[in-house]
């Protein structure tokens, strides 16, 4: 199971809420591990799910009855479903179904039938009694004008936004999230290390990419990002795909993540085709002496405040020019940003809008540590691991070579 009930439960006893709603793909999949195709491509379309823990049932799914064979052929473990927006399938004319078209037959009969998703989750909360109560509700996949009607119907009930109650729920992660995460990040330096034996002077960038996505997909991962840049288009932080010819004496650098089962990596680091020159490798051995220092404090307990002091360190030492940067690390999951932040700042009043992590690092926390350096027009660097933390320390997902030069590099990957 994805859900960590557990922490759910402490976190809404927290918080003082009887209820919490998830309406964002990302968040309904963690909640009930119910995967609805609908839901992650049209921005627009409601799914929720509801958890009660003092009430039962404990959940509820509010589901679409043309994706009712997601949950009878999924992992789904929500027992109560309310189905909307009836979606016809032609009789069995005497053939006989399939085990999914029986489930699924055998759902429609057992289901709760509702007229919108949003008749689902208002029966849901009726039939547990909490039209008084406190119910906290994820505002990323509800509009506005749908969370106005939610709070008109029920006038004395205290509706809060809830995202960041979920974000403090998956920052611990379960075994089978663990495994997800493991596995998205092996697969995504199996298919860069794939990619980048073809790198030598006078292939295009986009052939690059285009050998990382294909050895991704051989490997059951999907692309969610790829930047990769050469020369001084490694200054862009997020170059965009270019049939750029890389050159000899290039840095090369790739900014990368894939999903497997939904679960996200993301990784970087910079080589260059050749010697680099000292200031290339001074440069690039302050930034990931930062994230080797940062990663030597991953453990329980650590405060994100400190990890982010010591991934800057080097980096200021060298006296590197405008060497600012508002984090040098986010947590990751089923978002490929999660808390923590590794940062100085409150990140709940920042551009991130996530939760504070106020009592330090915990086992099963995950979270990426980054530093990178770009001068404009001219050159970036960026160095970026993910890591597991454990009960004595941390884990590594990704353990590529840090060797600036290129031939070093494949000498470490090879080996």
């Not at 309904?28 to 119910?34: E, K, R």
């Not at 699924?104 to 909490?130: F, M, P, S």
Request: hydrophobic share 40%.
């Amino acid at each position: 199971m994805l859900f960590n009930q557990q922490r759910a439960d402490m976190v809404m006893a927290k918080a003082g809420v009887a209820a919490i709603i998830a309406t964002s793909p990302e968040n309904v999949m963690y909640a009930t591990d119910y995967n609805c195709v609908s839901h992650w491509i049209n921005k627009g379309f409601q799914v929720y799910s509801i958890y009660t823990p003092a009430h039962e049932p404990k959940a509820s799914l509010v589901a679409p009855s043309l994706e009712l064979e997601a949950i009878v052929d999924g992992t789904v473990w929500v027992e109560d479903v309310y189905i909307f927006s009836p979606f016809k399938r032609g009789p069995a004319q005497g053939n006989e179904m399939d085990r999914v078209g029986k489930a699924g037959k055998a759902l429609l009969e057992r289901a709760h039938t509702v007229r919108r998703a949003l008749d689902g989750l208002v029966a849901a909360i009726e039939a547990r009694g909490l039209q008084s109560s406190r119910i906290a509700v994820d505002e990323l996949g509800m509009s506005p004008f749908i969370f106005w009607e939610l709070k008109q119907r029920f006038p004395n009930a205290d509706i809060i936004a809830g995202n960041a109650l979920w974000w403090e729920i998956r920052m611990v992660k379960t075994p089978d999230e663990i495994e997800r995460l493991r596995l998205a990040s092996r697969i995504t330096e199996e298919a860069i290390n794939h990619a980048y034996r073809l790198v030598k002077p006078g292939v295009k960038e986009s052939d690059v990419i285009h050998a990382y996505h294909r050895r991704l997909a051989d490997l059951k991962g999907k692309p969610t990002f790829m930047v990769l840049g050469s020369g001084s288009r490694t200054s862009y932080p997020h170059a965009l795909s270019s049939d750029k010819t890389i050159a000899a004496g290039d840095i090369v650098r790739y900014d990368i993540g894939c999903t497997y089962e939904h679960y996200h990596s993301d990784t970087a680091r910079a080589v260059v085709l050749g010697k680099p020159t000292a200031q290339q490798q001074a440069l690039w051995d302050a930034l990931s002496q930062g994230v080797e220092d940062a990663i030597a404090l991953i453990r329980p307990g650590a405060d994100v405040r400190d990890i982010y002091r010591a991934a800057m360190k080097p980096g200021k030492d060298l006296g590197l020019e405008d060497f600012d940067r508002f984090h040098c690390g986010h947590g990751i999951g089923i978002s490929v940003y999660d808390p923590p932040v590794v940062t100085l700042a409150d990140p709940s009043e920042s551009a991130f809008l996530m939760p504070r992590v106020e009592e330090g690092l915990a086992p099963g926390m995950s979270l990426n540590i980054e530093v990178g350096y770009y001068m404009q027009g001219v050159q970036g660097f960026l160095c970026e691991d993910t890591l597991l933390v454990t009960d004595t320390g941390c884990d590594r997902l990704t353990t590529n070579s840090k060797a600036l030069a290129y031939d070093d590099f494949m000498a470490g990957i090879a080996g």
